[in-house]
């Protein structure tokens, strides 16, 4: 029978309060979506940082004039190098090739030089072991003494830069996020406190009968709770929406070819403990701000 | 049943309550009288538990009031039933749900507390009524409404602060009624007023208090 009462008296106030109730879900709703979109560029920018140091690529440039002795000879030599995993080699058509499917719109650019400016070229992938940024500068270094090598290109400088802004990241998570969970819990806070203040008079008279804190606390416990749920939800649902969108964007536009299975939106469990947190931080706010008023004894 | 030693009660330095002692037994019927600020409320609230006291000790059913923790001062009320002026009643529930409160709060099964309601509703003449909203009944209606509640879960002691203040001759003779068939079940009563009608017609004790003293106790004719 209490339970019943208590179940029924949360659906009442929500019922009683739409307004300031529809205001607390999309407040909350936002602030979780601002942390729920850190956590999703954080996850994602880890992703692609983990992708990129286990797909480091070296790639040798050889002379324009390069004879397929000299050609032959690098690639003997590369295959001799313990860090080179996988040789392969983009002859200067191919390169041309490339070009022109990769950037269809700048390939008249190179149609007004006559012949062919690329230069043939080996990408070699590395092994795991030398992926360190000494180990590939080391390789690299031997590489551009090679005969017929005009020069060696190597992404790890911007890897490193990226796995160490994706730390540096996770630190703002956690400043951000704690900064939006305070907003979170005084928004909710001020929805339950306008709540309790509009049945001042009905708490009165429970008390006046011989209800406990925790009996005329519990309703606006479980209010809280269900606000910050439907928080979490709606905050989820802007978040998968947004998410698509610029994954639909991205895939359009090209930039990341090849790298879109790298974008991934929450897992399922991850979702839950985004509506776990929406409903936890609705609870603790309502906790906070009921108890605060009933300190008084009458 | 009510021990009151040397209690004094102070608002800003000003006294509602000054050296009060008082011992009131199981099933007698008290009338407080006095004049507007005497300290009528201030006695029923210290009783209640609803005020501490500032000097003084305070004895409810062997229960030291003034010592008692906040957190147990729920449970004291649950053994009391208190009857207001203005009555405060919720007013967009039923009768029925206004006065099977006090028995979803002390837990009672649904079952028994139906067949309380009904009881108690058919005893202050309100059954008719249970299903109509507080707020749409007459004030005699709302205060029987009140009684019914400050009665549902069987308290030893009714305490009742101005129960008639609201209401017109025949309706005050009404209640008056009410409180004493209450009374007659053995329940212990103390009741706050300044209407000399009801002083007559409740035939109980009468403690008179003066700006926060007591002044006089007087034995009714009913004791």
Not at chain 1, 26 to 46: D, M, P
Not at chain 1, 228 to 246: D, N, Q
Not at chain 2, 165 to 194: C, F, P, R, W, Y
Request: hydrophobic share 45%; glycine share 10%.
């Amino acid at each position: 029978m209490r339970v019943w009462y208590i179940m029924r008296e949360s659906l009442t106030h929500l019922r009683g309060n739409r307004g300031t109730v529809l205001i607390g879900v999309v407040t909350t709703a936002f602030t979780i979506s601002c942390f729920g979109g850190f956590l999703l560029l954080y996850l994602n920018l880890k992703n692609l940082a983990a992708f990129l140091q286990n797909d480091v690529q070296v790639i040798v440039y050889l002379e324009p004039e390069a004879s397929v002795q000299t050609t032959s000879g690098v690639n003997q030599r590369l295959e001799r190098e313990p860090a080179a995993t996988t040789i392969t080699f983009v002859s200067k058509e191919r390169a041309l090739r490339e070009f022109h499917e990769q950037f269809p719109d700048e390939s008249t650019l190179l149609d007004g030089m006559g012949s062919n400016p690329l230069p043939a070229s080996f990408v070699v992938n590395v092994s795991p072991r030398f992926q360190d940024a000494e180990s590939i500068g080391a390789f690299a270094d031997r590489v551009r003494q090679f005969p017929g090598v005009t020069h060696v290109r190597y992404s790890q400088d911007w890897i490193d830069t990226l796995a160490l802004f994706v730390s540096h990241f996770e630190f703002g998570a956690v400043v951000i996020g704690t900064i939006l969970a305070v907003a979170t819990v005084t928004i909710i806070t001020n929805t339950v406190r306008l709540s309790f203040y509009t049945r001042r008079e009905e708490i009165e008279i429970l008390r006046l009968i011989g209800a406990t804190g925790a009996f005329i606390a519990v309703p606006y416990v479980i209010e809280g709770a269900i606000l910050g749920t439907l928080g979490g939800v709606l905050s989820l649902g802007v978040l998968k929406g947004t998410f698509e969108f610029l994954r639909f964007e991205i895939g359009a536009s090209g930039w990341f070819r090849g790298m879109d299975h790298i974008l991934m939106f929450f897992s399922v469990p991850v979702s839950m403990l985004l509506i776990l947190m929406g409903m936890l931080l609705g609870c603790g706010s309502s906790l906070f701000s009921v108890f605060g008023l009933m300190k008084t004894r009458d | 049943m009510i021990r009151l030693f040397h209690v004094s009660k102070f608002f800003d330095q000003c006294a509602a309550l000054r050296d009060v002692t008082i011992r009131i037994d199981k099933g007698e019927c008290v009338l407080l009288t006095g004049p507007s600020g005497a300290g009528k409320t201030t006695l029923l609230k210290v009783i209640f538990g609803s005020e501490v006291p500032d000097e003084g000790q305070i004895l409810v059913q062997n229960r030291n009031i003034a010592r008692l923790r906040q957190g147990d001062v729920p449970y004291l009320r649950r053994t009391i039933g208190f009857v207001l002026q203005n009555f405060q009643l919720l007013p967009q529930k039923t009768v029925h749900e206004n006065v099977v409160l006090p028995l979803i709060i002390q837990g009672v099964k649904s079952r028994e507390a139906q067949k309380r309601v009904k009881e108690t509703l058919g005893a202050v003449g309100m059954e008719h009524k249970r299903a109509i909203r507080a707020g749409g009944l007459s004030v005699g209606e709302q205060q029987r409404v009140c009684i019914a509640r400050a009665i549902v879960n069987r308290p030893m002691i009714v305490l009742a602060d101005e129960p008639t203040g609201n209401l017109d001759g025949e309706l005050t003779m009404e209640i008056v009624e009410l409180l004493k068939s209450i009374h007659a079940q053995g329940t212990t009563m103390l009741v706050a007023t300044h209407n000399q009608v009801v002083v007559g017609c409740m035939k109980g004790r009468v403690l008179h208090l003066q700006a926060g003293r007591l002044v006089s106790d007087t034995r009714g004719e009913g004791e």
